[in-house]
């Protein structure tokens, strides 16, 4: 049986992932719609020297973060949330796209349905978690009997 270590080896070819999430986040000039909690859409070309190197360390430092892996590409969506175990809540703090979302406060109805996937493998992967925040308002969304809730400058979607 093979262990994860083995796997994430074989994955990156013995490259560190987070190397290989930040050269493709250059190579494809990837947005941060979501830094820091709030919505922001920068470009990485956006961002000052070394600005990459710290928004990377502070995604890795979140409580929960989702990265998919196609052969050794990262896919995005990639989204980084502070969890705060007493609530079962995940506030996201970084999502990064290949587009810019939510310019106005609002996801599209398109991105609202991707989020909303998104969230429903987040509680897969993280059953201590009943409601996860993003600092924008989502419109209808495709997930297993998830709910909306407005709140805090944002909304919820709550695990079904």
Do not use: H
């Not at 175990?85 to 970084?94: K, Y």
């Not at 992967?125 to 709910?147: E, H, Y």
Request: hydrophobic share 45%; net charge neutral.
């Amino acid at each position: 049986m093979w262990k994860s270590e083995n796997i994430k080896a074989v994955i990156t070819g013995g490259t560190p992932q987070i190397q290989l999430l930040k050269a493709y986040i250059q190579e494809k000039n990837l947005n941060f719609i979501i830094a820091r909690g709030k919505c922001v859409n920068r470009c990485r070309q956006d961002l000052a020297s070394g600005e990459l190197d710290v928004l990377l360390d502070e995604f890795a430092a979140c409580g929960a973060a989702m990265v998919s892996w196609n052969g050794r590409q990262p896919s995005p969506p990639f989204l980084a949330a502070d969890l705060d175990p007493e609530t079962r809540t995940a506030r996201v703090a970084f999502l990064m796209d290949l587009t810019r979302e939510a310019e106005k406060g609002e996801a599209s109805p398109f991105y609202s349905k991707i989020m909303g996937a998104l969230s429903t493998q987040f509680f897969a992967a993280r059953p201590d978690m009943d409601r996860i925040w993003f600092p924008f308002i989502l419109q209808d969304t495709v997930g297993r009997g998830a709910a909306r809730q407005a709140a805090d400058q944002g909304m919820f979607i709550i695990r079904g």
